[in-house]
């Protein structure tokens, strides 16, 4: 048998689950097996104890390939703590195709995850463009990366790891809610809600009510959530089209615009110089907000 797996990790969070999405097919005959996903012991290639216990985790999922159909399977691990957090620090995870007679090992592969900090977290972009939020990943965005040299090496501070996946025929999003717990916020902009699965979406409803935050962009988005599993959670409803134009961030502008962050002994900047500017003479496309 052939096992074809595309496993890609960037960032993974101790003592939380996190689930592992791949495409596995079978070339030669119907394989019916398990696949059993650990967090690696480097020293002994054994699953890690759980932090101050003498037990180990293996997640166990039952896989059924038919002959030659290539099939999107999630798996999910367990990551126990560590006694020291170790900056940097990587996770070895295995997952193991086992058969269904005697459990022998028929394929394995592996996959790497740098541990995140307790105060650390992802933002997640469900955009069907999400081109224009590219800016959020600039370090220099402080609500992101908040600059405080005392505290780390590097001179920043990071709370957030924002993910932007490119969204075709699935969203790579957790269909259970154990592996939500690392994302805070969702932010949602023109999209249908429809591409999540149902458990994928009853995993996101369980997020919402256990504190995730869903952040909604874009002037049609309230009106594809309509009918959704979030629908009777929104804050507001769309009504009439709006065009905007300076005017109407002004009074926005008035209350809220930043403070200068450069060196204000060298340059002064007013709030004014920070507020939002109506550039170019074509209006912007906004939408009337009725509170839900």
Do not use: C
Request: hydrophobic letters at 35%.
């Amino acid at each position: 048998e052939d096992q074809q797996a595309a496993m890609e990790y960037s960032y993974v969070k101790p003592g939380h689950f996190v689930s592992v999405m791949q495409t596995l097919k079978a070339n030669n005959f119907d394989y019916p097996g398990m696949l059993r996903t650990y967090a690696v012991n480097a020293a002994n290639n054994e699953p890690l104890d759980v932090y101050k216990t003498n037990y180990r985790v293996s997640m166990f999922r039952p896989i059924s390939l038919p002959k030659g159909q290539a099939k999107f399977i999630e798996s999910t691990y367990f990551l126990p703590q560590r006694e020291h957090f170790v900056s940097q620090a990587r996770y070895n995870m295995r997952v193991e195709l086992l058969s269904s007679r005697g459990g022998s090992v028929t394929k394995e592969e592996s996959a790497t995850g740098t541990s995140m900090r307790d105060y650390e977290y992802f933002i997640v972009v469900l955009a069907a463009n999400p081109q224009p939020y590219q800016g959020l990943k600039d370090p220099k965005v402080h609500s992101i990366v908040v600059s405080q040299s005392e505290i780390s090496r590097d001179g920043s501070l990071r709370f957030y790891h924002v993910v932007m996946p490119t969204i075709e025929r699935r969203v790579p999003l957790p269909s259970s809610s154990f592996a939500w717990t690392t994302i805070a916020y969702v932010l949602w902009d023109d999209l249908d809600p429809a591409v999540l699965t149902q458990d994928q979406q009853n995993a996101m409803l369980d997020w919402v009510h256990w504190g995730g935050q869903v952040i909604i962009s874009g002037p049609i988005s309230l009106d594809k959530l309509k009918g959704s599993v979030l629908s009777p959670y929104l804050p507001a409803d769309s009504g009439q089209a709006l065009k905007l134009d300076q005017s109407s961030f002004d009074k926005l502008n008035e209350a809220w615009s930043l403070p200068s962050l450069g060196n204000e002994k060298k340059k002064p900047m007013s709030a004014e110089e920070r507020g939002i500017k109506f550039v170019g003479n074509k209006p912007m496309l906004g939408v009337e907000l009725k509170r839900h």
